[in-house]
């Protein structure tokens, strides 16, 4: 409609306006039923945000935890290897050894066998001799008997 027309009609000019008076009353209302949702979901982004940003430090942490857990790991493995090599050249000696100990006391029970015989051999030398003795003892009484 014209303004005019609209003017000279005063009825129809307070209908216009009140309807128009609605419809930017309702836009209004639409409007803040808008902001108040966007606020709404604001408010629970923020929220939401919060405990994220919370758990994303933990995480955060965890992480940095993690990476130092995983440098003295690596730090302990290479020492560990560090002393497997040690170990295994000392494990080489201890055999090297423990080889050269068994030939000696194979030779030390050669030697104690040898000596165990000579002893035996020893032992019946001394009953001999004492077996001798014995029949020069007795011959010697006879002789001095026969002589005296």
Do not use: G, W
Not at 140 to 147: A, E, P, V
Request: aromatic residues 6%; contains cysteine.
């Amino acid at each position: 409609m014209n303004p005019i027309q609209v003017l000279r009609n005063p009825e129809n000019c307070l209908s216009t306006t009140h309807e128009e008076l609605l419809y930017q009353s309702t836009k209004v209302n639409e409007s803040k039923t808008k902001v108040k949702l966007v606020t709404q979901k604001m408010h629970k982004l923020i929220a939401d945000r919060e405990p994220l940003t919370k758990e994303i430090s933990h995480y955060q942490k965890q992480v940095i935890q993690n990476e130092i857990n995983h440098t003295q790991l690596e730090f302990n493995l290479k020492q560990n290897e560090a002393k497997i090599n040690q170990y295994k050249t000392i494990i080489a000696k201890l055999i090297i050894d423990s080889q050269e100990n068994d030939r000696i006391l194979t030779k030390e029970n050669l030697l104690l066998q040898q000596f165990h015989h000579q002893t035996e051999k020893s032992k019946e030398n001394i009953k001999k001799l004492n077996k001798n003795l014995k029949y020069s003892e007795d011959n010697y009484q006879i002789l001095k008997d026969i002589f005296h």
